[in-house]
Structures are given as structure tokens and as C-alpha cells.
């Protein structure tokens, strides 16, 4: 379940109720956040996936079901082998949360930098959400999701610097392929995904994420 909150209203608690009520302490960031008050509002809800848009529209997201956190894992564990054994950049889970060129700060399901971009930011700002738009972006779609949102934020990802993202909609057995000044591809219920030529021989094999 997701919750969207625009800066202009926002009260100073918001209750979410995917199942129980989980309440949402906003306390005195009424206020526009910048970064530090953003990754420090984050911090305070680490059980919650919060996003900001360019406008400064929050989004509550409550934890995924199990089916869609099974997938992100295999997906996660799959990519992870590659990127240890490719070494040229550095992956990310879920849980990371990045400051785009626009002001957005999102946290995709996974993504990938380039090593040399990845160790020219500073390690103070890597502790919170690096001010960085990733190389590779990877958004899953789960029941609950809107696909028009996340296909605006995988637009987003390409005009802020990302060079490859892919849209897995586990619904529709889909997968919409981003890349920069090309059109979007689409791939019906594919066997496999090639990460080329971003991701130098990375192949997903989609078997258990999109059957």
C-alpha cells in the first residue's frame, strides 16, 4: 500500500492502515525537508520505504508481500554473483535511497554505479543518500502498483543520468527495457534479459520471477 503526501498537506501525524494502524510522526518537519531532514525523517522509519518526488510529494510505501520480496531476493542474489564477478561497479538493494539531479530522492528495488562514479562522492555523503543518479535501475511491480507511477519514475531515472533500467511487472508477465535516447522496448514474457552492453555478460533469467 502506498501514501502520498503533498508538502502543502501534510498534518503532523498520517495514519496508514494496510492492515493495523501504523502511524506516521511528522513532528516539525512541516516545513520543506532538505536532504538531511529527509534521510533523518528516514531513518526514523526504517520499517517503511519513503520516497520524495522533485515537487517534494512523499511517498509511504508499507512492506512488500511475500511473494514480490521473494522475487527481489532471488533477483538481488542473482545480480550480486554478477557484479562480484564483473568488479567494474558497485550494487544496491531496496533499502538505498539516492539524491537524483532533479531533487527526487528514490530507492529502487536494485541498482548498479559504475565503480569510478561510486568512489568520486564523498564518503560523508555516501552515509546518507548519495547525491547520485545510479547506472542501472531496477523496479519490480507488485500487485498494489500502479504501472503508469512506476513507468514515470523509470522515465525519471533515464532523464536524471541512468543509462539502462528495467520495469519487471510480475502481473502482466512484462518487461518494459529504458535506455537513454532510444524508445522504450518492451519484452513479453521473456526467457531471459541481457544487460548489454551496460552490464557486460549479465543475462536474468526471468524463470521464478515471472512465472
Known sequence: MVATIA????????????????????????????????????????DLRIEMDKFGEISIMSPTGSETGGINFDLIADFGIWVRQDGTGKGFDSSTGF??????????????????????IAAEQRKKFAPICPDFVVELR???DLLAKLQDKMKEYIENG???GWLIDVKDKKVYVYQQNTL??????????????????????MRGILD
Open 162 to 164: 541512468a543509462v539502462l
Open 7 to 46: 508538502p502543502e498537506n501534510r498534518n503532523s501525524k498520517l495514519f496508514i492502515y494496510p492492515s493495523e494502524p501504523l502511524e506516521i510522526d511528522f513532528g516539525n518537519l512541516l516545513k520543506p525537508m532538505n536532504d538531511d531532514d529527509f534521510f533523518y525523517f528516514c531513518q526514523q522509519h526504517t
Open 142 to 144: 507488485s500487485e498494489s
Open 99 to 120: 539524491v537524483l539531479p532533479n531533487g527526487a530522492k528514490r530507492s529502487p528495488d536494485l541498482s548498479w554505479i559504475k565503480l569510478e562514479k561510486w568512489n568520486a
Open 184 to 205: 522504450v522496448q518492451v519484452l513479453d514474457n521473456p526467457a531471459e534479459v541481457s544487460g548489454e552492453p551496460l552490464l557486460k555478460g549479465f543475462v536474468l533469467q
